[in-house]
């Protein structure tokens, strides 16, 4: 068939477009992989100690950390995480998904290694028990839970280094413990994400006693929170949603991947009545390792006594 003047100045328009369009997209994607790269420190400062608990002293630090997805050879993540020990934190709270290799765990012992010498405390996320898998992308769109591979990953080498050099495992389990002059009362959960948790083994109130009443579950679930909030809790601590990860200009997520709103997908935010964290975290997934208008970062949070 010949094809007219007009025909062929319409077929070479669209190739065009197609060569711009795959072009833009190229560059969109080399940036977004140049942006796992450009590590943040958030801080953020919190007045929720009674009037003159630290004794003196104007605050009390926890560095929050969550979703390393550590893969070896990731040596820039690892000198920026460890160099997070600078900042003295007081207490150090890991909200899981540290791995994405199953022979990540040294890097991971290489990039905490100093904050391990620290108080600290950790729950873990799906993606530390099992290798991440090759997802379809529509299924965060439409709010469905992908299927764990279920090939184990090493945690239970990668929870006993942690125990050993003196951090705490908060999975289903309420602890008590002082820090410097705060009295802390502290429970966590295994990933709700994936029902994996069991609140009831932990159910209950926070010791009344304690200066500072910590929630810990890996991915920010909302019939998860309201039990944390309806126990009297301060502060919930989680990670898992990435941030929104691929998010519009001025940070605003296009999905959470768990069933917290897009509102509160990173950062400080309320729920019912108590206060929530939700990290940005420090990774993503070995099958998707962009990021758009959301950098990984770690948190700082100053703690500070209430005004009178």
Not at 97 to 109: C, G, M
Request: charged share 20%; net charge neutral.
């Amino acid at each position: 068939m010949k094809l007219t003047p007009k025909v062929t100045k319409r077929l070479l328009n669209i190739a065009s477009a197609i060569g711009a369009a795959g072009i833009a997209g190229a560059g969109i994607a080399a940036w977004g992989h140049a942006e796992l790269r450009k590590f943040e420190l958030k801080q953020v400062s919190l007045p929720l100690l009674a009037p003159g608990t630290l004794r003196g002293r104007d605050e009390f630090t926890i560095l929050h950390i969550s979703d390393l997805h550590m893969i070896p050879g990731q040596d820039t993540k690892i000198a920026w995480v460890s160099a997070l020990d600078a900042l003295n934190p007081d207490l150090v709270v890991n909200t899981g998904d540290n791995l994405s290799d199953a022979h990540a765990v040294p890097d991971v012992l290489r990039a905490l290694g100093p904050l391990l010498n620290r108080p600290g405390m950790f729950i873990f996320g799906t993606n530390d028990y099992w290798a991440p898998r090759l997802a379809n992308p529509f299924s965060y769109l439409f709010k469905r839970r992908n299927t764990p591979s279920y090939v184990d990953l090493p945690w239970r080498d990668m929870r006993a280094a942690f125990i050993e050099r003196g951090w705490q495992d908060a999975t289903h389990r309420r602890l008590e413990f002082q820090v410097g002059p705060v009295r802390i009362a502290a429970a966590g959960v295994d990933d709700p994400h994936h029902d994996l948790d069991d609140y009831q083994q932990i159910a209950g109130a926070p010791n009344v006693d304690a200066d500072l009443s910590l929630a810990l579950l890996h991915a920010p679930e909302p019939r998860v929170l309201a039990q944390f909030a309806e126990d009297g809790y301060q502060l919930s601590l989680s990670g898992h949603t990435h941030g929104g990860q691929l998010c519009l200009p001025g940070s605003t997520a296009i999905v959470t991947n768990c069933g917290i709103d897009r509102a509160r997908v990173q950062g400080l935010h309320t729920f019912g009545g108590m206060l929530m964290h939700v990290s940005n975290g420090l990774g993503t997934s070995k099958f998707v390792p962009f990021r758009l208008f959301c950098r990984p970062s770690a948190t700082l949070l100053r703690i500070s006594e209430r005004p009178d």
